[in-house]
């Protein structure tokens, strides 16, 4: 059997079988207990204020890992496009805090795959319990 090597499922490839979507959000966990890891190193260094989101992310990461919850996934979207939003108020200098973009972005993508991921996983089971 082939071992699949594939890297990064989570940023491109289609979510069409149970185990791309259980690996797409395995690696999403992982990216976000490291964007939780971020912050707690940003509260240490440049704000207190980041502490908040550390509990958030880490808590929100926590859960996804333990349910695969749809819930927790549409949360990750919510905290992410907020993110977006406060990265661009703080650009435009109309609040305190970050300015990357990028980083933002990719949270953002990730949340959403991370929320295919779920919603594919959950019509597998709905598919399963039609057939048996």
């Not at 082939?2 to 999403?28: G, Q, R």
Request: hydrophobic fraction near 55%.
């Amino acid at each position: 059997m082939k071992k699949n090597t594939t890297k990064f499922v989570a940023i491109y490839h289609k979510i069409d079988t149970k185990e791309k979507a259980e690996k797409v959000l395995k690696e999403s966990v992982l990216a976000f207990f490291f964007i939780s890891f971020l912050m707690i190193l940003a509260g240490f260094f440049l704000n207190k204020s980041y502490f908040i989101d550390f509990a958030i992310v880490a808590i929100l990461a926590f859960f996804l890992f333990m349910t695969s919850s749809r819930i927790v996934a549409i949360l990750f979207v919510l905290w992410a496009t907020g993110g977006i939003v406060m990265t661009i108020l703080n650009i435009l200098g109309q609040t305190y805090g970050g300015t990357n973009i990028f980083l933002a972005i990719i949270t953002l993508w990730i949340a959403i795959r991370t929320v295919q991921a779920t919603f594919f996983l959950k019509s597998i089971v709905k598919t399963s319990h039609k057939t048996h």
